[in-house]
């Protein structure tokens, strides 16, 4: 793992919180998604689960090197 994130330039953290579940709606959701299918980012997992909510991790690589990592954690 510390060979995976030694190139990483730094983490930033968004996270947003709702008064009431499920009050984000999907284009809010999808916006953040549309930054991510930028060709140096991949999609290495996605989790969907009815009682946890899903979770997609991405990946920015610079030819072998992982240079960011993002993750959409929603419930």
Known sequence: MKKLISGLKGI???S???EKENEY???DVETVRA???NPAWTKILNVI???EGSIE???M???AQVSGLAVLAMN
């Open 25 to 27: 709606s999907q284009a």
């Open 16 to 18: 947003f919180e709702f």
């Open 57 to 59: 991790i991405y990946v």
């Open 49 to 51: 689960s009815k009682r």
């Open 35 to 37: 930054q991510l299918r």
């Open 61 to 63: 690589t610079n030819g």
């Open 12 to 14: 930033y953290v968004k």
